[in-house]
C-alpha cells in the first residue's frame, strides 16, 4: 500500500473505491442476514415463554417461529424479508470464506491489462 503526506502526517492512500465499494456491500449483507437471524431467534424465545405460560400450543423451533410470521397480516412478505436476509449472509461468509484473488468456485481471479 502507497503513503501520501498530509500536513506533515503520514496517511495511507486510498483503496480501491471498487473493492471498496465491494466491501461495503457485502458488510450491508452480512448485517442484513444478522437482523434475519435475529428475528428468528426472537421470536423462537415468545414462543418459547407463551408455551412456558401454558398460551401457545405451537411448537417453539425455527418452523413454529416460521409459521407465526405467516399467520401475521404481510406475513409473506416479512419471510420473504427473512428469505433475503439469509440470502444476503449467505453471500457474506461465501466472501470472507474466500481467499483474495479467488473468485467463487475455486478459480483465480483474471488480471485484466
Given at each position: 500500500?502507497?503513503?501520501?503526506?498530509?500536513?506533515?502526517?503520514?496517511?495511507?492512500?486510498?483503496?480501491?473505491?471498487?473493492?471498496?465499494?465491494?466491501?461495503?456491500?457485502?458488510?450491508?449483507?452480512?448485517?442484513?442476514?444478522?437482523?434475519?437471524r435475529?428475528?428468528?431467534?426472537?421470536?423462537i424465545?415468545?414462543?418459547?415463554?407463551?408455551?412456558?405460560?401454558?398460551s401457545?400450543?405451537?411448537?417453539?423451533?425455527?418452523?413454529?417461529?416460521?409459521?407465526?410470521?405467516?399467520?401475521?397480516?404481510?406475513?409473506?412478505?416479512?419471510?420473504?424479508?427473512?428469505?433475503?436476509?439469509?440470502?444476503?449472509?449467505?453471500?457474506?461468509?461465501?466472501?470472507?470464506?474466500?481467499?483474495?484473488?479467488?473468485?467463487?468456485?475455486?478459480?483465480?481471479?483474471?488480471?485484466?491489462?
Open positions: 500500500m502507497t503513503t501520501s503526506r498530509v500536513h506533515g502526517r503520514r496517511r495511507a492512500a486510498r483503496p480501491n473505491t471498487r473493492r471498496s465499494t465491494e466491501r461495503q456491500t457485502l458488510t450491508a449483507a452480512g448485517r442484513a442476514g444478522f437482523a434475519a435475529g428475528v428468528v431467534y426472537v421470536l424465545g415468545v414462543l418459547a415463554v407463551r408455551i412456558a405460560l401454558g401457545g400450543g405451537e411448537s417453539a423451533d425455527r418452523q413454529g417461529a416460521l409459521a407465526q410470521v405467516a399467520a401475521q397480516p404481510f406475513g409473506k412478505a416479512m419471510l420473504w424479508a427473512l428469505v433475503v436476509g439469509f440470502g444476503c449472509m449467505a453471500l457474506w461468509r461465501e466472501a470472507r470464506a474466500t481467499p483474495p484473488g479467488v473468485v467463487a468456485g475455486g478459480r483465480p481471479e483474471a488480471v485484466h491489462q
